[in-house]
């Protein structure tokens, strides 16, 4: 069973929206979650985790010792230690992946003005950012880091080919969708999708989603077109 061990200063907030649908569904089959009080490991009667910045500045800084003492007590495993931090590197699809397919992750959601830099070097946690983002804190960041991970988990998505067409897999977005009605307000769905020609929806999606990643997103298709040079992949043109 995949295991994710969170630590938090608000408990409460898990497994939050991680307890519905298809992540709650396979919470206790396919995956575990655990949710630790940093602040059960303060050192007085007042339950402190943080301090005021060396240097001075504004804010708190969680301290060390305190959280160097509930990573201890998480125990000793092969999981990845994760600090979701906006100084961290960007989340993508391939480190979930990588994730997902190992034993599970311990998080550490940063508050305040962050946590003393000594505990994140002395205990190797990987630095993670989900985003150009600032939040209040971590929580957030974990609860999105988990539902990435968890629905490509083996029996957790009911069509394990679901996740290989999205967005970022093979540098691409994804391509747009369409449903019934054919016709919505005088939008009608693009003709390759209901010509009954599966190959021709096929190019169609292909095409589509090159042209998006390419008006979106110029870094991924910067990088899309690396990977084409080397001859993994073909371009297209949209029907």
Known sequence: MW????LTL???MFPGP????????????????????????AHDRHRSVDDTPAGGGPGMVLRADVVAEALAAVGKDARPRVLLTPRGRPLTQKRVRALAAGPGVVLLCGRFEGVDQRVIERRGLEEIAVGDVVLSGGE????LLLDACVRLLPGVMGDAASGDE???????LEHPH???PRDFEGAGVPEALVSGDHARAARWRRARAMA???ARRPDLWAKYVARATRGVDKAGEVE
């Open 3 to 6: 295991r994710a061990s969170v």
């Open 10 to 12: 608000y408990p409460a």
């Open 18 to 41: 991680l307890g519905h649908a298809l992540s709650g569904r396979a919470l206790g089959q396919a995956w575990s979650l655990e949710a630790r009080d940093i602040r059960d490991h």
């Open 140 to 143: 957030p960041a974990a609860l």
């Open 166 to 172: 999205e967005s970022f897999e093979g540098d691409l």
């Open 178 to 180: 369409y449903t019934r």
């Open 212 to 214: 998006d990643t390419r």
